[in-house]
Each structure stands twice: as structure tokens, then as C-alpha cells.
T-cell receptor
Framework: GQQLNQSPQSMFIQEGEDVSMNCTSSSIFNTWLWYKQDPGEGPVLLIALYKAGELTSNGRLTAQFGITRKDSFLNISASIPSDVGIYFCASNAGGTSYGKLTFGQGTILTVHP | DGGITQSPKYLFRKEGQNVTLSCEQNLNHDAMYWYRQDPGQGLRLIYYSQIVNDFQKGDIAEGYSVSREKKESFPLTVTSAQKNPTAFYLC???????????FGNGTRLTVT
């Protein structure tokens, strides 16, 4: 089946540093979504991307839908302790897949004050 | 407030027993989904429903069953046939085919 390869698996950074993570796939996708999950909670949508090349910001977060439609990255600038959590990329091939998202394995982010 | 409610937050069962996890949404979304999350892994789709009285198997449907009798409700039953039921279960809903999923806060099921 379709797979998303998300990297890095984990990151340990100091407060104030910038963070970058990405997802790649061998398949073409129509949608790229980035979610954050706090421990014991459900994932919360951060950014949704719908067009190849699209660059979208949400506060300190910036994400881009790769031109080839096979990858996406998420950047977090000036990290703060509450950025801690697991970040997932997710994608949808569209068509008959109807909202069936494929998820990456997640990036665990730890921010040291 | 509009949202998705999963209950209970924690559930403990003995092996061999069926158990039903509740998921209710008041977002008026047509589609609802059940995902399973295991430590260190991404989410895997169990079942999904595009409309009332219809549902489809996801990638790991074996040992699970669902129903969609009402738009706002999509309960998941973990049957005794599920070989490894201990996991974190997440319910989600979406407005349409390419709309982002909105997740509930999950139910952690432990089977001993």
C-alpha cells in the first residue's frame, strides 16, 4: 500500500531553535496535512495543503506541498516548550480513496527550556 | 461547542470479551472514521463510513465491527477475534472527500 516516510523520527532541541521535518512518498498525493498530537490526546490539524507548490503559514509554522506532489515539509520557527508533541504528516490520494488518510510514522519533538 | 466525543477515555477488558467504543460528533459531518494507534507508529485505518447506513473496511478491519445508524454516531466493537486489541483508538470525522479529518481525544483500551 501507499506509505509515507517521515523524518526525523525524533528531535531534541533547545527553546528558541527552529525545527524542520519532512515527509516523502513514492506515490503522488493530492493533499498534504500536518497534525500535532499531545500525549493521550487526538491529533489536531495544523496546516492543510491542497496544491503542488503551495506554501502556507500558521503563526510560527510553515508547510509546503512539494512540486512533485510526493513530499512535504513542516518548519517551526523559534520553538517554545508547548511545541512538544508528536507531529504527523498525512496524505490523501484523492479519487475513490475518499478521505482515507495515510499517515507518516510521526516525529517526536522534545523542546528543552 | 462542536466536536467529537469519544468515551470512555480508558477501558479495561478481559481477553475474550467484546467491547464497544463510543464516538459521537455534532459537526454535522457526513464521513466518520476509526483509526488505531500503537506506540511509535502512525495511525492505521480500521473502518470508515461515508454516509449513514454505509461503511467500508479500512486497512486493518479484521476483528472489528462498526455500525452507522445515525449521522452523529459511529460505534466501534472490538471483538474477541481481534488478536492484539490493546491500543489507542481514535475516531474522526470529515465534511467530505478531501476535507481534513477532525479527531476525538481517543480511547485507550487495555485487554488482559
Amino acid at each position: 500500500g501507499q506509505q509515507l516516510n517521515q523524518s526525523p523520527q525524533s528531535m531534541f532541541i533547545q527553546e528558541g531553535e527552529d525545527v524542520s521535518m519532512n515527509c516523502t512518498s513514492s506515490s503522488i498525493f493530492n493533499t498534504w496535512l500536518w497534525y500535532k498530537q499531545d500525549p493521550g490526546e487526538g491529533p489536531v490539524l495544523l496546516i492543510a495543503l491542497y496544491k503542488a507548490g503551495e506554501l502556507t503559514s500558521n503563526g510560527r509554522l510553515t508547510a509546503q506541498f512539494g512540486i512533485t506532489r510526493k513530499d512535504s515539509f513542516l518548519n517551526i520557527s523559534a520553538s517554545i516548550p508547548s511545541d512538544v508533541g508528536i507531529y504527523f504528516c498525512a496524505s490523501n490520494a484523492g479519487g475513490t480513496s475518499y478521505g482515507k488518510l495515510t499517515f507518516g510514522q510521526g516525529t517526536i519533538l522534545t523542546v528543552h527550556p | 461547542d462542536g466536536g467529537i466525543t469519544q468515551s470512555p477515555k480508558y477501558l479495561f477488558r478481559k481477553e475474550g470479551q467484546n467491547v464497544t467504543l463510543s464516538c459521537e460528533q455534532n459537526l454535522n459531518h457526513d464521513a466518520m472514521y476509526w483509526y488505531r494507534q500503537d506506540p511509535g507508529q502512525g495511525l492505521r485505518l480500521i473502518y470508515y463510513s461515508q454516509i449513514v447506513n454505509d461503511f467500508q473496511k479500512g486497512d486493518i478491519a479484521e476483528g472489528y465491527s462498526v455500525s452507522r445508524e445515525k449521522k452523529e454516531s459511529f460505534p466501534l466493537t472490538v471483538t474477541s477475534a481481534q488478536k492484539n486489541p490493546t491500543a489507542f483508538y481514535l475516531c474522526a470525522s470529515s465534511q467530505g472527500a478531501n476535507s481534513p479529518l477532525h479527531f476525538g481525544n481517543g480511547t485507550r483500551l487495555t485487554v488482559t
